[in-house]
């Protein structure tokens, strides 16, 4: 079974920063995509940002040039650094790891969510 353990949430002013962290843990062999999405209060969950094995990135519009992701393929783990936030950046922040390579059959995961809060 694989698991991923996002950190970092949290209440932060408006232009500050945070930065999240997720590690994947289990039986993994590999995870070819790992990325991160986010579902405000009324809406749906969207895509923020992935990054492939290879470090090919993929960002939402509302956030490039604010956000970097990053991953340690070492650790099986990502990381987003969100710079100068907005109020509507607020949302609870996914991980998600997809294409994974491991003992069970499943390919796609979920984290449970951690909530970034910015105050204007």
């Known amino acids: 079974q694989v698991q991923l353990v996002e950190s970092g949430g949290g209440l932060v002013q408006t232009g500050g920063s945070l930065r999240l962290s997720c590690a994947a843990s289990?039986?993994?062999?590999?995870?070819?995509?790992l990325g991160w999405y986010r579902q405000a209060p009324g809406k749906q969950r969207e895509l923020v940002a992935t990054i492939t094995t290879r470090g090919s990135t993929n960002y939402a519009d509302s956030v490039k040039g604010r956000f970097t992701i990053s991953r340690d393929n070492a650790k099986n783990a990502v990381y987003l650094q969100m710079n100068n936030l907005k109020p509507e950046d607020t949302a609870v922040y996914y991980c998600n790891a997809n294409g994974v390579l491991s003992k069970a059959t499943q390919t796609n995961y979920w984290g449970q969510g951690t909530q970034v809060t910015v105050s204007s």
């Open positions: 289990g039986s993994i062999f590999s995870i070819y995509e």
